[in-house]
């Protein structure tokens, strides 16, 4: 079973920029769709973009142009690159994966496999 571990979250001054890394061990994470997430405390999450194992993406309204998802598959890892950042953005940040077709891919519900989250936080 593939298992995905965060990366890359930490203190950023609005403006500013972050990389997130989901790296998967115990499989190959070439053939998952992968998604990140976010959450704040007492809410649910909420779908910020997606890549599938094709490379096809989509992105939440609210980041698109600012927001980067890309896939390494030598390294199994899928990134997300986040610029122009916003106070807003601060969130804790879920990377998932699923070899399950849905259409509805920007439900937490359709991804099976999770990692544990990294926190991101942007200063005003």
């Known amino acids: 079973q593939v298992q995905l571990v965060e990366s890359g979250g930490g203190l950023v001054q609005a403006g500013g920029s972050l990389r997130l890394s989901c790296a998967a061990s115990g499989g190959t994470l070439s053939s998952y769709a992968v998604a990140w997430f976010r959450q704040l405390p007492g809410l649910e999450r909420i779908f910020v973009g997606r890549i599938t194992s094709g490379g096809v993406l989509d992105y939440e309204d609210s980041v698109k142009g600012r927001f980067i998802i890309s896939r390494d598959d030598a390294r199994n890892t899928v990134y997300l690159q986040m610029n122009g950042l916003k106070p807003e953005d601060t969130a804790d940040y879920y990377c998932?994966?699923?070899?399950?077709?849905?259409?509805?891919?920007?439900?937490?519900?359709?991804?099976?496999?999770w990692g544990q989250g990294t926190h991101v936080t942007v200063s005003s």
């Open positions: 998932a994966a699923t070899r399950r077709t849905s259409w509805l891919w920007r439900r937490a519900s359709s991804y099976n496999i």
